[in-house]
């Protein structure tokens, strides 16, 4: 077989791990989220203050879009708005608890993941995997 043909069969066999993993994080009581509400709630955890225009800018969607996205959340009580004291136009968006706890749930499967991988991965095969990963994603992303 050529190298582009196990290229592309590589390619392929990540993408369907990828999509496991997805499906790994959709299940249990995370279920009743969307993926791209997952993205959301680990983009607020991880950048504390984040508004909606720094969301849009980071996933490259509309303002509009990321605004109906955090609406959504918050009116099921995941996310909250809190008004700036110096310019009270604008608004920086926080986890709740119930959002907290999504995002526990959320982080001890990527745990469980990484625990697997680790397992059949030695230090310096992740390291390989990790630098190979971000010098396509800089080269073609």
Same mark, same amino acid.
Not at 39 to 58: A, D, F, M, R, W
Not at 135 to 141: D, E, F, G, P, T
């Given at each position: 077989m050529n190298q582009e043909l196990e290229l592309v069969e590589a390619m392929d066999e990540l993408s369907e791990l990828i999509r496991k993993f997805q499906n790994q994080l959709l299940?249990? *009581?995370? @279920?009743?989220?969307?993926?791209? !509400?997952?993205?959301?709630? *680990?983009?607020?955890?991880? !950048?504390?203050?984040?508004?909606? &225009? *720094?969301? &849009?800018?980071?996933?490259?969607? @509309? @303002? &509009?879009?990321?605004s109906i996205a955090i609406n959504q959340l918050i009116g099921l009580d995941i996310v909250t708005k809190i008004q700036s004291d110096t310019d009270k136009r604008f608004y920086s968006l926080q986890l709740t608890s119930k959002g907290e706890n999504i995002m526990k749930m959320h982080m001890q499967v990527h745990k469980d993941t990484i625990k697997k991988i680790l397992k059949i991965l030695n230090p310096d095969e992740v390291d390989n995997f990790i630098k190979?990963?971000?010098?396509?994603?800089?080269?073609?992303?």
């Open positions: 299940s249990g *009581e995370l @279920k009743a989220y969307t993926l791209r !509400q997952l993205y959301y709630i *680990e983009l607020i955890n991880k !950048q504390q203050g984040i508004n909606v &225009s *720094e969301i &849009s800018k980071t996933l490259h969607v @509309k @303002k &509009s879009t990321v190979i990963i971000n010098k396509i994603k800089v080269s073609i992303l």
